[in-house]
Nanobody, 128 residues
């Protein structure tokens, strides 16, 4: 049974940074893609950042590009999302998701449908 545990959310002021972590528990190897998504109240879930199983593939939403970095520590089975210069509009629940299936590269890490396991989320609130 694979479980994802997000941490690192909290309340920050605009312009500050947060580092979110996703611990992948119960998966026997590191061959999985990971995506970070967020959902603000009253809005649809949206892609934030993703990293392929080989870590060579990284992708960011246009909104977060230049403000965040996704990385993975295979020894610890964790994936982190460093977010800088946060804005009030970044306020949302942030979820990590894992796809253990090796898919063609044409299936982007931004595709929510590909992810099999989802965490319960961590809340990020950015005050102005």
């Amino acid at each position: 049974q694979v479980q994802l545990v997000e941490s690192g959310g909290g309340l920050v002021q605009a312009g500050e940074s947060l580092r979110l972590s996703c611990a992948v528990v119960g998966h026997t190897n590191n061959d999985y893609a990971v995506g970070w998504f967020r959902q603000a109240p009253g809005k649809e879930r949206e892609f934030v950042a993703g990293i392929g199983w080989s870590a060579d593939i990284q992708k960011y939403s246009d909104d977060m590009k230049g403000r965040c970095t996704i990385s993975r520590d295979n020894a610890k089975n964790t994936v982190s999302l460093q977010m800088n210069s946060l804005k009030p509009e970044d306020t949302a629940d942030y979820y990590c998701a894992v796809d253990p299936i090796h898919r063609p590269v044409t299936v982007g890490v931004e595709s929510a449908w590909r992810y099999v396991y989802w965490g319960k989320g961590t809340q990020v609130t950015v005050s102005s």
